[in-house]
């Protein structure tokens, strides 16, 4: 092919095809540093992309489960308040049975430990019926009892990505409320001896406040593995996020080097590109 064409100018093609690859180059360049990644969709690394997806994906579901076990702290925190709440009521009322256990405790006196007995049996009543956070309660009420019905149920909490569950154990606070409303004026606990059987190592109400205090430590084992798992989602959410970020995000230091460098070869490309343009034109003087 003659060098001396103004048909074909090879310099020329060659100018812009050197052109067009420094303007692709800067366009990706330009595309890293206004995005700040270095994969921002398929068409920059397909399989990088899918990966990133995915994992994205997964720090979007472990958000989702720490906001419901959020919402099971709440849950967690008013059930462990009202059962301590029970519990010290609980112990108060201990103390009125010991002296309706004493059989010198007569007459008025006797009348007066009773109604304060059932006036703090009114609190436990309280605690147990205002024991929910937003509509759900592990206590239960004292009409239809733990689990039984309606928003009353057992609570099973997403933990994971993957949609694993945690179920929240119950107590049965319509239990524990019947088993300590004791009839004093009847022939079972009417006298000292039969209030004296409540207070036994089997008693009923030594019975219910151990059970109690089972229900107190059992929450208090739930709100801790709550607060570890929330503490495990976000680390590693942490993790993910960081390998995500390897994977995908931009050197910017280097990628705004690279712009300099791409800038100036843009600029020099078009000068030569414009040169190459004007070699024809040289072949005219020789027709002059």
């Known amino acids: 092919m003659s060098l001396n064409s103004v048909n074909t100018n090879t310099g020329a093609m060659i100018a812009l095809q050197s052109l067009n690859r420094t303007n692709s180059q800067l366009a990706a360049t330009q595309k890293q540093i206004s995005t700040g990644y270095r994969v921002a969709d398929a068409t920059d690394d397909g399989a990088a992309y899918a990966v990133a997806q995915s994992v994205r994906s997964t720090v979007g579901a472990l958000t989702s489960a720490n906001q419901q076990l959020g919402t099971v702290q709440g849950l967690l925190s008013t059930t462990q308040s009202s059962l301590n709440d029970v519990s010290n009521t609980m112990a108060s009322m201990r103390d009125v049975l010991v002296k309706l256990a004493d059989s010198d405790v007569s007459g008025t006196q006797r009348t007066q430990y009773q109604s304060q007995y059932i006036s703090l049996l009114a609190n436990v009543k309280t605690f147990i019926q205002d024991a929910g956070y937003n509509g759900k309660t592990l206590i239960g009420n004292i009409t239809t009892g733990s689990g039984s019905s309606g928003s009353f149920a057992r609570v099973a909490t997403v933990r994971n990505e993957s949609g694993a569950s945690y179920g929240i154990a119950t107590f049965g606070g319509s239990a524990l409320f019947n088993a300590i409303s004791f009839s004093f004026g009847g ?40 607060n570890n798992q ?56 020789l027709f002059k």
Do not use: C, H, W
């Open 230 to 285: 929330i503490s495990y989602n976000s680390d590693k959410m942490d993790a993910l996020n960081t390998g995500l970020g390897s994977l995908v995000d931009a050197d910017l230091a280097k990628e705004s080097a690279a712009l300099q460098a791409l800038q100036i070869r843009q600029q020099l490309g078009t000068q030569a590109l414009s040169m190459a343009n004007q070699a024809p034109q040289t072949l005219l003087s």
């Open 187 to 226: 022939a079972t606990f009417g006298s000292a001896a039969g209030v004296a059987q409540l207070l036994g190592t089997a008693g009923a109400f030594i019975t219910q406040m151990t059970s109690v205090g089972n229900g107190l430590s059992t929450v208090g084992s739930e709100v801790n593995y709550v």
